[in-house]
Nanobody
Framework: QVQLVESGGGLVQAGGSLRLSCAASGRTISPYDMGWFRQTPGKEREFVAAISRIGGSVYYSNSVKGRFTISRDNAKNTVYLQMNSLKSEDAAVYYC???????????????????WGQGTQVTVSS
């Protein structure tokens, strides 16, 4: 199973930017769609963005479309989430995840993702 470690979270003012990274080890992520999810206390994990195995297709939630960009570098076994124009409602713990199987593609459902990182906190001050 692939191990994922997120980094890049922190405190940012509203309107600012952050770039999250997700470094994978133990297995190459190249056969897998990858995703970013976020969660706030008392709420279910929410889909943010996903990217196909070679980056040809990307998917975003309506709440982040136009502000966030997901990308991947399979040579570095890393996935990124560039977050611009951050809003207070973007504050959450952000998780990186890999789909359970290379046969799963185009999914935005957390139940299809089987490898999760520990999360990185994003705090947005108004």
């Amino acid at each position: 199973q692939v191990q994922l470690v997120e980094s890049g979270g922190g405190l940012v003012q509203a309107g600012g930017s952050l770039r999250l990274s997700c470094a994978a080890s133990g297995r190459t992520i190249s056969p897998y769609d990858m995703g970013w999810f976020r969660q706030t206390p008392g709420k279910e994990r929410e889909f943010v963005a996903a990217i196909s195995r070679i980056g040809g297709s990307v998917y975003y939630s309506n709440s982040v479309k136009g502000r966030f960009t997901i990308s991947r570098d399979n040579a570095k076994n890393t996935v990124y989430l560039q977050m611009n124009s951050l809003k207070s409602e973007d504050a959450a713990v952000y998780y990186c995840a890999a789909v359970r199987s290379p046969s799963l593609y185009g999914s935005t459902s957390a139940t299809d993702f089987g490898s999760w990182g520990q999360g990185t906190q994003v705090t947005v001050s108004s």
